[in-house]
Every structure is written in C-alpha cells, then in structure tokens.
C-alpha cells in the first residue's frame, strides 16, 4: 500500500512539475526577450541578452498609449470585482445559513448561469446595452463582468459558508448582534480563503477579458489594456521586443495580486483538504 502511494505521489510531482515548466518557460521567455535589441532577438530568440534594453519598456508604454488603457482596466476590473464578490458573498449567506421556500430554485438558477456560454450571449447583451445607451461606456463592461461571475462566485462561497457550525450565529444573537453584523463581523472575516479564490479568479478573467471589451467599446479613451495591446500589435508589428515588453508590463498585476493573496489562497486549500 505504501509503495502504490509512493508511486502516486511521484507521478502526481513528476506530472504537476511538468505542467509547471510548460507554462513557465514561455513567460520566462517572453520576459527575456522583452530586454533584448531588435536585432538580438533577430539573430537568436533563444539567447540570454548580451545587454539589458529596459527602454523597451519605457517605449512600449508610449507607443502603446499604455497609462490609458492601464487605468480603464483597473478601473472596470477592480469596480466589477468588488461588485461580484459583495453580491456573491451576500447571495451566498442567505442561501447557505437560511432555509427559506425558494432557496432550491434561487440556488438552482445561480448554477444554471454557470452553464451559459459567456460568449454565446454576445449578440443580446450588445443590443440591451444599445437600448440601455450603454454601449462605449465602462458599465457596458461592468455589469456583464459582474453577471458572469456572480454564479461561480456563488458556488464556491456558498459550499464554504455551510460548513460553518451554527453556534457563531447563535453566539453572535446571544451578543445581540443582527443577521448583517453576523455577516460582517463573524461570516466574512472566516471565509478569507474562499473570497481570495473568488478575488483571483475574478480578476484575472476581468483583466484578461478581449471579446466583450472588442464589441461594447469603441472610443480609444475608453478601450482596456487588452484592446490596447491588440492596436500595438498593428501599430508596432516589427518590433516584436517592444511587444514582449508590453505583454510583460500587462502580467504584472496579475502577478502582484496573486502573490498578495497567496497565503490566504493556500490557506483555503488546507481548510479544504482538512475539511475533506
């Protein structure tokens, strides 16, 4: 028995180490070179750079007009992800601590949005926002952002807040606390790990976002770090280094709020498997 569990776990390290590398070499390779010449990358793509060119980044930010598409996707990430995880989170509370007559068809419709094709919707969304006079606005984009991910940030809240014991709400009455102080002060702060699943998750679909962001806006003041990078690629298409830098700076936040969500991410997991 334990030499199968030995098998298994070298499988699983040797498979999870491959994936690892897979998808690390080419941003490795990307970020190197982003700091090369033009003619360096030319000569060999594989090559270390013989010479640091961090101008490229400097050039890539004003070729690609970067500060305004820059702050439009934080802009649209950051409202329409703190939108989705309070409704989520909200949503998520009544259906997991209350029982009430429609809380199987409510949650039942909340799983139902997750198996609508999000792209597949393209062509109504685009006419409701034409009815609404939304279209080139930052809420055509926030509010399908919030929609789609309302249902999975459901899911995944709502199956981590029913494992709570029912004694904090109880604790929390004895102290005379009402159901939205229980929420703030005793649910919330408990469900960390599962809001930094949902945060990631969200974030990096809302940054990433191209094919709404393509349709609902048409204004270059308006258009997110996506759309940009696609007009860089016409714009700038011989340097392929200034591309890679461009594509390098974009990675950035994802980066930065992973790592500043990590702790709480690996947390979630542990709970999880503990849990299990």
């Known amino acids: 028995m334990k030499k199968k569990s030995g098998l298994f776990q070298l499988f699983a390290y040797t498979f999870l180490s491959l994936f690892a590398i897979m998808n690390i070499v080419p941003l490795f390779w990307m970020v190197v070179n982003s700091f090369k010449k033009e003619q360096e990358y030319a ?7 013989t010479d640091f060119q961090f101008s490229n980044y400097v050039e890539a930010w004003k070729v690609a007009n970067m500060d305004v598409y820059f702050f439009n996707s934080i802009l649209v990430t950051l409202v329409s992800l703190i939108v989705t995880v309070l409704l989520g989170a909200l949503a998520a509370y009544f259906l997991s601590r209350f029982q009430f007559k429609l809380r199987g068809l409510t949650y039942s419709l909340f799983l139902l949005g997750m198996l609508v094709p999000i792209h597949a919707t393209l062509i109504p969304i685009f006419l409701i926002m034409q009815k609404l006079h939304l279209i080139d606005t930052y809420f ?21 807040m029913r494992g709570f014991p029912k004694d904090l709400e109880e604790s929390g009455v004895v ?6 102080r229980i929420f703030w002060s005793i649910i919330l702060p408990i469900t960390r790990p599962a809001l930094a699943t949902v945060i990631i998750l969200n974030f990096i679909y809302n940054w990433n976002e191209y094919l709404f962001a393509l349709v609902l806006i048409t204004s270059s003041e308006l258009k997110t770090l996506p759309l940009g990078l696609a007009n860089f690629v016409g714009i700038e298409t011989a340097s392929l280094t200034l591309q890679m830098a461009a594509l390098t700076i974009a990675l950035i936040p994802i980066i930065i709020f992973y790592l500043l969500l990590q702790k709480q991410l690996v947390a979630g997991m542990t709970a999880g498997a503990v849990k299990g």
């Open 43 to 49: 000569a060999n793509p594989f090559s270390l750079p």
């Open 175 to 180: 102290d005379g606390a009402g159901i939205y």
């Open 140 to 160: 055509s984009l926030i509010l399908p952002y919030t929609a789609f991910h309302l249902s999975l940030t459901v899911f995944i809240l709502e199956g981590f």
